[in-house]
């Protein structure tokens, strides 16, 4: 279960990085499948990944408690972080497991990246299709608006 969160955590962290705009541009010239694909590039991020989660791992987790605690009327968490150790970091409450994930994220993502790799090209073959499905879909949504003010 811990796994799948740094997994997930991870995928989210690098989505929300990256512009929606931009990643279309890119789909196009096959350079997010190329990049994906390049082993220098996987090892690169998943020493970054790694690090990442370990400064995750690290990071002190009572301040934000507290903060949290402060919320009590509208959480009806009130008293919550009374039980938290101030100095306790995230690893700390996540357990002696977690250690062990920038490991597996260094591990890992390597061949997780390969097989998005072999899904962004799947999606960019596809592109000209989805253009075309959004274009009917956009033509679709205007004509009830033209017919009704007609």
Known sequence: MLKRVAVLGAAVLAAATLPVPALAREARSGKIVEALANPGTQQAMAGAMAALTEALLD?????????????????????????????????????????????????????????????????????PQLEAMGEKMKDAMESPADAASD
Do not use: C, S, W
């Open 59 to 127: 990071l002190k987790i009572g301040p934000f408690a507290k903060a949290l605690d402060g919320m009590g009327d509208a959480t009806g968490n009130r008293g919550a972080a009374r039980h938290i150790d101030p100095d306790a970091t995230l690893g700390d409450l996540a357990g002696p497991e977690a250690r062990r994930m920038p490991g597996e994220v260094a591990r890992k993502l390597p061949q997780m990246m390969g097989t998005m790799a072999g899904m962004a090209g799947a999606m960019e073959a596809m592109l």
